[in-house]
């Protein structure tokens, strides 16, 4: 072997070895994120592979990333709660602080035994929500882990399940529409009881003989940009840009399949859209409902 294929084969193996040790890295809990609340409910096993949340009748628990991140890829598998989880939820967002923070919810309403879970999801812009869409699952999220993603760029945001978009929220300033880009936002999930709203409405309240509920969090990856509050700048940012990164999410959008993926979403799963509540908005529907939805 030449000495420039040598030297080109110990350029490739150690540029292997760094990605393979940030990837690692991504999916230690330990290194990655704090359990903020819940007295021990809240538990990193497995030498930092593996995270749970309990919650019972006393309190639920949860966690924050240690980063703030503008803009990235945020992926984490978790196994939903098991059993009869009516009145439950279980969360994973992104979110900025103070009353104009910026937000990207994935909440998941838990059930009576052999009643799907409800995916609800929202897009907060300058303390202003009120974008819910909720779907149904196309398989049972307490079986196994799966994998859920938000990918949140500055022209759009995709929640995506096992790769698969359910939504797509994208930036449309132009029309005077807030969109979250200015405001860094960490990592949160936690579980806890709603049964005042959660399933029907608050009409099934939690069944405590069943408790303690747990879910189960594996595989957090966070490909996103960290920000720096001593430089106010990102990871992203100028020179400091990491040449390992994958950036494909920084350009990422739906193609033709994709559309057709998210269209099958909302034709068989779709369960509410803000989009089409005309009791909800009767001086109008949000200027966004107008644009297309992809």
């Known amino acids: 072997m030449s000495r420039i294929n040598k030297v080109s084969t110990m350029f490739l193996l150690c540029a292997f070895v760094i990605l393979a040790c940030s990837i690692v890295a991504s999916a230690d809990f330990y290194k990655d994120v704090d359990i903020t609340w819940g007295d021990q409910r809240g538990k990193i096993l497995n030498g ?4 749970t949340l309990s919650l019972d009748k006393n309190s639920g628990s949860g966690f924050q990333s240690k980063s703030e991140y503008l803009f990235g890829r945020i992926d984490m598998q978790i196994k939903l709660v ?3 989880s009516a009145g439950t939820v279980t969360t994973f967002y992104l979110s900025s602080q103070g009353p104009n923070h910026d ?4 909440e998941f309403l838990g059930n009576l035994t052999g009643d799907p879970y409800v995916v609800h999801t929202n897009v907060f812009s300058q303390g202003k929500g009120n974008r819910e869409q909720q779907f149904h699952l196309w398989f049972d999220p307490t079986k196994a882990f799966h994998t859920y993603s938000i990918v949140w760029n500055s022209q759009r945001i995709i929640f995506l399940v096992d790769n698969i978009p359910l939504r797509v929220f994208n930036n449309m ?6 969109f979250p880009k200015n405001q860094p936002m960490r990592v ?3 579980l806890w009881n709603a049964d005042d709203w959660a399933t029907r409405g608050g009409l099934v309240k939690t069944d ?6 747990t879910a189960y969090y594996r595989n957090y990856k966070a490909n996103a940009c960290v920000w720096s509050p001593s430089s106010t700048s990102s990871s992203c940012s100028g020179s400091r840009t990491d040449a390992f990164q994958d950036s494909a999410w920084q350009q990422q959008a739906l193609d033709a399949a994709g ?3 998210v269209r099958w979403v909302h034709k068989n799963f779709l369960v509410y859209n803000y989009c ?3 009791k909800r908005f009767p001086q109008g529907l949000p200027l966004e409902c107008k644009k297309s939805r992809f």
């Open 259 to 261: 559309r057709n993926r």
């Open 173 to 178: 300033e132009s029309s005077g529409i807030p």
């Open 82 to 84: 098991a059993g009869n």
């Open 276 to 278: 089409t509540d005309l």
């Open 103 to 106: 937000e990207i919810d994935f």
């Open 188 to 190: 949160y999930s936690s």
């Open 48 to 51: 930092g592979q593996l995270l």
């Open 208 to 213: 405590w003989t069943q408790a303690p509920f």
